[in-house]
């Protein structure tokens, strides 16, 4: 089992060192936390590590103010020691920065959170949550997951032998 | 006899993204189509709310306006009983995963008692068909030791018996055999056989590769 405060320590180091892939990482192991214990804060911290990378990674991001990065790791740092409610408050100020900055430079209608939400979303459908439960998990609009989904790989892991049983029960039902 | 299909957000979603509800109009005639209340918020009350897909609902509301679709209560009791049992199947560490909501159970409830399930997202379908299957994908995919309670799994079958699934590919299937496809999409059918299904997958139907190769060598 993966401790919150280890991945909060270990995002503090990766944004001091703008390492964009350890975020991704740190998202990545997040989120397989949260699939098996469910916890909010361990998904808002797989939301906003995938936001942070995402912004660490673009070109068009590289100018912003170095004080917006002092921000977040001042947050992940007062949000370390707990309890869970301190956690998740100082979470969420780290999502409301990404959303402001965001809105600010970024080159999409749909904020860099949602974009996380998506994916995230798309993750948990991977791992065998319904959609419906992944998209509530994650605050991802379903339909926009059932798209991202269907641009992946997801569904080429299938059940075998019933698409002749399927197609012969649709003949039944509306021949 | 006319039989009774439930639909999930999920098949009228690809449907709809696809220009293919006509589909479901024609195919009204020798069936019922029902939507659950939680299926008609996620087609018509939610992205009304949060502006997303705001065609969504213009075409669904006609579909319901009009009789095609019926919006259908599930039975309460049943709806909870699906959902407690399907949500204590599957454990890590002692602790249950969550893996469905209220929606997926509803869906489930009304279709009980030999009902067609019209569902295009996969998680169900594997609960339904293939509940060892969904328990090594979670086991695979969560890199944590999953374990299936198979008390709770009989009597989440209970519900499932007689239920049978289709998806969206099997409604373009079929339009396709009863000649409905070409009223609306124009060209050589075999093609526009293979473009729907291919479509179908690029929205999100729970469709492989092997699945649409399938289809098209099955279908004449």
């Known amino acids: 089992m993966v401790e919150i405060q280890t991945l909060i320590d270990q995002s503090i180091e990766a944004v001091d060192k703008k390492d964009a892939l350890a975020l991704r990482t740190i998202s990545a192991n997040a989120l397989t936390e949260a699939a098996v214990v469910g916890h909010r804060e361990l998904i808002l911290m797989a939301l906003v590590d995938y936001a942070l990378s995402k912004i660490l990674s673009k070109i068009h991001y590289q100018e912003i103010d170095e004080k917006f990065y002092g921000k977040i790791t001042d947050e992940f740092k007062k949000a370390r020691p707990g309890p869970k409610e301190e956690t998740l408050k100082h979470l969420e100020v780290i999502e409301d920065l990404v959303i402001k900055l965001d809105e600010k430079e970024g080159r999409f209608e749909d904020n860099v959170i949602e974009k996380a939400q998506i994916k995230k979303a798309a993750n948990l459908y991977e791992k065998g949550f319904s959609l419906r439960r992944a998209s509530e998990m994650t605050g991802a609009d379903p339909v926009r997951v059932l798209e991202y989904v269907g641009g992946s790989k997801i569904h080429e892991f299938r059940s075998p032998g019933k698409n002749a049983e399927r197609l012969e029960t649709a003949r039944e039902v509306f021949g | ?220």
């Open chain 2, 1 to 220: 006899m006319r039989r009774k299909v439930v639909c999930d957000s999920s098949s009228l979603i690809s449907l709809s993204m696809n220009c293919m509800l006509p589909l479901i109009v024609e195919l009204s005639e020798s069936a019922d189509f029902m939507i659950t209340k939680t299926v008609y918020d996620e087609i018509i009350t939610n992205p009304r709310r949060s502006g997303h897909h705001m065609m969504g609902p213009l075409q669904f509301s006609a579909l319901i306006k009009n009789g095609i679709l019926q919006v259908e209560q599930a039975n309460q009791s049943m709806v909870s009983d699906i959902l407690s049992l399907s949500n204590r199947t599957y454990y890590t560490h002692h602790a249950p995963l969550e893996i469905i909501q209220r929606g997926e159970a509803e869906a489930l409830a009304l279709a009980s008692n030999s009902g067609i399930l019209l569902v295009d997202e996969r998680t169900l379908r594997f609960l339904i068909e293939a509940p060892k299957q969904l328990r090594d994908l979670l086991q695979f995919r969560t890199h944590h030791g999953v374990s299936m309670d198979e008390s709770m799994r009989r009597a989440f079958q209970r519900y499932c018996e007689g239920i049978k699934i289709i998806r969206s590919s099997e409604i373009v299937a079929v339009a396709y055999e009863k000649g409905i496809l070409e009223k609306y999409f124009l060209g050589e059918a075999r093609e526009v056989l293979a473009t729907c299904l291919w479509s179908l997958k690029s929205k999100g139907c729970s469709l492989s590769t092997e699945d649409v190769e399938e289809y098209l060598k099955m279908l004449k």
